[in-house]
């Protein structure tokens, strides 16, 4: 049973800092590109940042500078560390897993406050 489990979100002030982990389970981690989305209400789901099996990162343009995707295939474990969060930042993060096929975790809440 393929799971993807997000945890680090919470309530920050704006400029503040947080970092989310995406623990994997039941996937060849190493095979996969892991990646963070994003959904604010109203929106729809927004790529924020992917890692690819050989390290390769891409970011969406609005968090460039400011988040780092990483990875650790000992662990089964993709981090992103948001820093300088805006209050545009707010979203439910899920946590992606995609080659073979593509699965999702079920999120988790960022707030940043102004």
């Known amino acids: 049973q393929v799971r993807l489990v997000e945890s680090g979100g919470g309530l920050v002030h704006s400029g503040g800092s947080l970092r989310l982990s995406c623990a994997a389970s039941g996937i060849i981690f190493e095979n996969y590109k892991m990646g963070w989305y994003r959904q604010a209400p109203g929106k729809q789901r927004e790529l924020v940042a992917v890692i690819t099996s050989r390290g390769t990162t891409n970011y969406a343009d609005s968090v460039k500078g400011r988040f780092s995707i990483s990875r650790d295939n000992a662990n089964n474990t993709v981090y992103l560390q948001m820093n300088s969060l805006k209050p545009e930042d707010t979203a439910v993060y899920y946590c992606?897993?995609?080659?073979?096929?593509?699965?999702w975790g079920r999120g988790t809440q960022v707030t940043v406050s102004s």
């Open positions: 992606n897993a995609d080659w073979s096929y593509m699965y």
